[in-house]
């Protein structure tokens, strides 16, 4: 890893410091983190630092200690006053100001921005650089022009690396029975599983790790990702992959999965392959989508994030596209994952009339999830599910946003045949003492889902009675359920109608099913 890539950001920032940006908005949660890199930056260019904050005015922070300059500026005009009147050359910080400009209706916010804008064409010809140190990007449409955004919010590698060094030195001064060998490949693995952390979480979790297992544990440092993770209370972190042999069916979308499982090395990077995109995959509801969703992240060996769109909207003005935005950076640091959007066109209900009833916030929200997925250069594989075609915008379907599209149909007699054994299987019943013939025959027209919940229907049935389960329950439990191809026929149909010009099949050639493997001496099959 080059000097250069471990730098790119401080160059960046120079860079703009130099083509005379006024307003440079630092996207970060790590003040600490920032203000070392402002120091060295402004060293370079022979600029005094200074910091506002609303608590404690305005301060000096390039020499040892910091010099007080101004503490009774605690108000953001006040501070912009002393900005615009200062002759000096210097770089000026001010720290979550986006909380004094989210109301547009306020005064106070109307003369903030205002002056922020007065301000523009006089720092461009000054040798002063405003820089507003955020963890939360939020700009009002008024400054969208005038603002550079710089996306500061997780540390490099190298950054990473250095916080690693700082624990195991504080470690190693201590003593004790700590066990701190780091050969280069572990010190590689404990750097990738502390991706997606910010330095001072990276330092916590490495020290807590020392101290609960004396020594590096990567289980423990991938645990703390999964509350970064949780916190962001859009995503979700899953635990419970799936094997791709417990999925019924499927067997061209299943071997399309396992060549593509292999583009994720460093092999196929050289060889010329990007890594996968993404994959939408549509069908009836319980067709076994989500579990697809489960089994690739089972299958790739891969962390399995969750984006709920319903959790995206909030219902203050810029949050919804705040936290998209977050989603997808929280996606990107823990790469390479899955990131699984479940019954999509329910998260985009309502985009159609978004102008009208949202402001146009359901429309920005989709417009960057959009642009993202085309340009995005981090390895995250999209799985959206959709069970409703009309409910998805036209765009979203065009090819470059996903790799594939396929359509999961309801099981045929052999896919059939094989789910009933997977789940009869997963609940410690020998498959081959049941009449799989009859119970494929009786339930044409049933997804994977209403097959399963036979099963655990039937099995309460016996459960009850005291006694095994069998094949008359089954059946009994059978007759009992209506299918969604008798009771939503239209809908369905119209699906398939689509998908036969539009998607490919996620059918094909049944496989050996696994049961098979599990019972080798269980008696004849009925």
Request: with cysteine.
């Amino acid at each position: 890893m080059s000097a250069r890539w471990e730098n790119d950001r401080e160059a960046e920032l120079e860079i703009l410091i130099r083509a005379k940006y006024p307003l440079i908005y630092l996207l970060s949660w790590e003040e600490r983190r920032i203000e070392a890199m402002l120091r060295r930056v402004a060293a370079g260019r022979n600029k005094r630092l200074y910091v506002w904050t609303t608590t404690r005015g305005i301060w000096g922070i390039d020499t040892v200690r910091p010099v007080e300059v101004d503490a009774g500026a605690t108000s953001p005009l006040k501070a912009l006053e002393y900005i615009d009147q200062s002759r000096e050359a210097a770089i000026l910080v001010l720290k979550d100001l986006h909380m004094f400009m989210q109301d547009m209706r306020q005064p106070e916010t109307i003369a903030l921005v205002r002056k922020l804008r007065d301000m523009v064409g006089p720092l461009k010809e000054s040798a002063k650089t405003l820089i507003l140190l955020s963890p939360v990007l939020r700009v009002p449409v008024e400054l969208e022009k005038e603002v550079t955004i710089l996306d500061c919010s997780l540390p490099t590698w190298h950054e990473l690396d250095e916080a690693l060094e700082r624990v195991l030195r504080s470690a190693r001064s201590r003593g004790g029975d700590l066990d701190l060998r780091l050969d280069e490949a572990g010190r590689e693995r404990v750097l990738k599983a502390a991706r997606g952390l910010t330095v001072g979480e990276a330092e916590n979790v490495f020290a807590r790790s020392l101290v609960e297992a004396r020594r590096l544990d990567l289980d423990i440092i991938i645990a703390e990702k999964k509350q970064i993770i949780q916190k962001s209370q859009v995503l979700e972190y899953y635990d419970d992959v799936q094997d791709l042999a417990y999925v019924g069916g499927m067997s061209e979308l299943k071997a399309w999965l396992r060549k593509r499982g292999l583009a994720f090395s460093e092999r196929a990077r050289r060889f010329g392959l990007p890594e996968p995109r993404g994959l939408l995959l549509l069908g009836v509801q319980g067709s076994g989508k989500s579990l697809i969703a489960k089994a690739v992240a089972g299958l790739w060996q891969l962390p399995l994030l969750r984006l709920d769109m319903g959790r995206v909207f909030n219902e203050m003005v810029g949050a919804s596209e705040e936290n998209i935005r977050l989603a997808l950076r929280v996606a990107e640091s823990v790469s390479p994952c899955v990131l699984w959007l479940d019954e999509l066109e329910k998260g985009l209900s309502g985009l159609g009339s978004s102008n009208r009833s949202d402001a146009g916030t359901a429309a920005r929200v989709f417009g960057s999830f959009l642009v993202w997925m085309q340009e995005k250069t981090a390895p995250v594989f999209v799985i959206a599910t959709c069970n409703d075609i009309a409910g998805l915008p036209p765009e979203l379907l065009r090819k470059g946003r996903f790799d594939e599209i396929f359509f999961v149909d309801l099981p045929d007699e052999e896919e059939r045949r094989e789910i009933w054994a997977i789940h009869l299987a997963r609940r410690h019943r020998d498959p081959y003492r049941f009449d799989l013939d009859l119970l494929v025959q009786q339930s044409e027209g049933f997804s994977g889902a209403e097959i399963e919940q036979v099963v655990i229907s039937a099995l309460y049935d016996a459960f009850e009675q005291e006694r095994e389960l069998t094949d008359d329950d089954l059946v009994r439990n059978i007759r009992q359920t209506v299918p969604l191809s008798q009771s939503m026929q239209e809908q369905v149909s119209a699906l398939r109608e689509w998908a036969r010009t539009h998607a490919r099949s996620a059918s094909g050639r049944v496989e050996v099913v696994p049961w098979a493997l599990e019972f080798p001496s269980s008696g004849e099959r009925r």
